[in-house]
């Protein structure tokens, strides 16, 4: 029996009783048998979740790229790593082989420490999906650099905020991007974004859409001759099994966003071992997931987990719609893709556009079809069920978070069976529990509450950039010795888990993690904005959308409102990006407060979701009268 990988269910069972029993001995037999190491390990695991520290694999020394590249070549040198799908479909996909994308990645690497970048320095990269994306990252855990990747849609201000909350040194940028039928001015929106960033010294900028730009003196390079330039081979920097291999942000509910640090032994074992077996790889197979390697799905199910596979990774640069909405299908079947891995947004989407979108194409290479980043409801999953994997695909839905590293929580294809809706069993090593109220841990199947996670597993976020303590009360305070992930869950009659969505205020929209926090101050910034609140409210593509109640100040009063609507959407789409625009606002005199202040989303939330018929008590609030002003201007 291998424990690497689980063909069977009797085998899951097996191997995760082993896991769970004696976590030590059980990693420590992955990482030894499946990866390559430059010094052995002295301890697997220490941990203490009251400080917290978790430290997997303590003393170990490795570079994570020579488990991604060098080690594959003299097996599969010639083997596609990358294929690259551009967003036209009439511009030609281009295939890396693993002994390419190698010498890319060298050179990449050569420019980045002739720029002066060294061990623990921080580099930011935005950029579109194109293979330089997966290259800097790569480069930069080749010389032992942090790479901060921020997803392409984000506003300079967004940008600024990432850049400067991690003291980043360097930034990797293009003149611009294609998305769909648009381009988008990214340099542009970089330049902005550096006014505010003292700390970038240089701006490494790939050509992409060959458009007129400004390249500031001394700081702007264009990347191609520097690369042309560098030697094709580079001496991986030894790191530590501890050293950060990156940081990424994601939204809280309060502040700013969290600069999620994840190290690079723990975090390469366990992103390596759930893709080897939630999407079943298997030495020929194609595999695409269409995520933005700007999230984490795409840090480690593009990248890190797939290359520490030796697996073929598909890079998608465009979107489901353009040129039109069978552009998923007309990929899968050009590239035999094997292993399909979206968002239910995109599903639900999809859905909604004539079947013959689908039915065009031939979709038998299909094996494993996956599911990430909301729950998936019932619909979607059978749409995607009947019309994609033609009811021979199992639908592994994933559940996991840009904190987890990795997914905890899925179905193993053809070893778990499927119901839809549910995320099922933990995956391999994963304790998972539900809590109430009381902060008691649930026992016994058919019960719902809180889901924490009981014991480290490898690729767990070691801490908050900059901010410990923060790391500390977000995830490790609600309940004594467990991790609190912010979800609510319930545990069905056989033990499955179905993910029930977010008891905290981020609100995901179209699969994107927002924070109602910064959507609001950004509001508020508004010069006729007094305060405001946001709720999310159910949409059925995006999941949720965003609803904001909004009261203005005297002088907004007598102004157009469709015209502020406009303008607070614009404030939005400036300071987050387009993703946290609002679907609805309503303009009210007050909020529901309770005497202590806090707004009662609760109430809002029912009446943006035009669910009013049980608001709950209201006697206790502050200003009960203004519940009703609301409703009757409910939107
Ligand atoms: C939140 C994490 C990790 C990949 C992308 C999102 C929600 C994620 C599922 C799922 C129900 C899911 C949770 C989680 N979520 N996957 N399969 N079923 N909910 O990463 O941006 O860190 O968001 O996404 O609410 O806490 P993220």
């Not at 294809?413 to 008691?440: C, K, R, S």
Request: hydrophobic share 35%; proline share 5%; net charge negative.
């Amino acid at each position: 029996m291998s424990n690497y990988h689980i063909k069977h269910l009797e085998e899951y069972y097996q191997v995760y009783r082993k896991s769970v029993r004696n976590p030590e001995a059980f990693w420590e037999e992955i990482a030894e048998e499946h990866f390559v190491w430059r010094k052995r390990w002295d301890n697997v695991l220490s941990w203490d979740f009251s400080k917290p520290e978790i430290k997997w694999f303590e003393g170990a020394q490795l570079n994570i790229t020579e488990n991604c590249l060098d080690r594959h070549i003299p097996t599969r040198g010639n083997k596609t790593a990358i294929i690259f799908e551009p967003n036209d479909p009439k511009e030609e996909a281009e295939y890396i082989t693993y002994r390419q994308l190698h010498e890319r990645v060298c050179k990449m690497a050569n420019v980045l420490l002739e720029k002066g970048i060294k061990k623990g320095d921080r580099v930011c990269i935005y950029l579109p999906m194109i293979p330089e994306l997966a290259i800097s990252v790569l480069a930069c855990a080749r010389i032992g650099a942090i790479h901060s990747v921020v997803f392409a849609g984000f506003s300079s201000n967004a940008l600024a905020t990432r850049i400067n909350d991690s003291d980043c040194k360097l930034a990797i940028t293009s003149d611009g991007s294609y998305r769909g039928s648009k381009t988008i001015d990214l340099k542009g929106i970089v330049d902005k974004a550096l006014e505010a960033c003292p700390g970038i010294e240089n701006v490494l900028v790939a050509k992409r859409i060959n458009s007129t730009i400004e390249m500031v003196p001394d700081r702007d390079h264009w990347l191609q001759p520097l690369l042309d330039e560098a030697y094709g081979d580079n001496v991986a920097e030894i790191m530590d099994a501890e050293d950060p291999l990156f940081i990424l942000y994601t939204s809280g509910s309060t502040g700013r966003p969290k600069g999620m640090v994840h190290t690079t032994a723990g975090y390469m074992v366990y992103t390596a071992y759930t893709f080897k077996n939630i999407f079943q790889y298997r030495e020929h197979d194609v595999y695409w997931c269409t995520a933005d390697i700007g999230w984490i799905t795409g840090h480690s199910y593009i990248v890190y987990g797939p290359l520490a596979n030796g697996a073929t990774t598909v890079m998608f640069e465009g979107v489901p719609s353009y040129p039109d909405y069978g552009r998923f299908w007309e990929v899968v079947q050009k590239h035999k893709v094997t292993q399909f891995y979206t968002a239910p947004t995109a599903i639900r989407a999809l859905a909604k556009e004539n079947l013959e979108f689908v039915e065009k194409y031939d979709l038998s290479s299909l094996k494993v079809l996956g599911s990430v980043g909301e729950p998936i409801n019932e619909e979607a999953w059978h749409w995607y069920n009947n019309n994609v994997g033609k009811k021979n695909s199992p639908i592994v839905d994933t559940w996991w978070q840009t904190e987890t590293g990795g997914i905890m929580i899925s179905p193993i294809p053809y070893v778990t069976p499927t119901t839809p809706t549910y995320a099922t069993l933990p995956f391999i090593g994963i304790q998972p529990a539900l809590m109430d109220e009381n902060a008691e841990e649930i026992k016994g199947n058919q019960v719902e509450g809180r889901l924490c996670i009981k014991f480290p597993w490898p690729s767990i976020a070691r801490t908050i950039w900059g901010n410990h303590e923060r790391y500390r009360d977000t995830y490790f305070t609600a309940y004594e010795n467990m991790y609190f992930t912010g979800d609510g869950a319930l545990r069905d009659a056989v033990g499955y888990y179905r993910i029930t969505g977010r008891v905290d205020d981020v609100i995901i929209v179209s699969g994107h993690n927002l924070g109602t926090a910064p959507i609001e101050d950004s509001i508020n910034e508004h010069p006729a904005v007094a305060e405001s609140a946001i709720v999310g409210f159910p949409h059925d593509v995006k999941g949720n959308a965003l609803y904001g109640y909004v009261i203005l100040k005297e002088t907004g009063e007598g102004r157009d409102k469709n015209n502020l609507r406009k303008e607070i959407n614009q404030q939005i789409t400036e300071q987050i990006g387009p993703i946290a625009k609002l679907d609805k606002i309503q303009f009210v005199s007050g909020l529901p407060k309770t005497r202590s202040g806090k707004i009662m989303r609760r109430i809002l939330r029912k009446i943006a979701s035009n669910d009013t018929s049980n608001l709950g008590d209201t006697s206790t609030l502050l200003n009960p009268e203004i519940v009703q002003e609301i409703m009757d201007n409910a939107l």
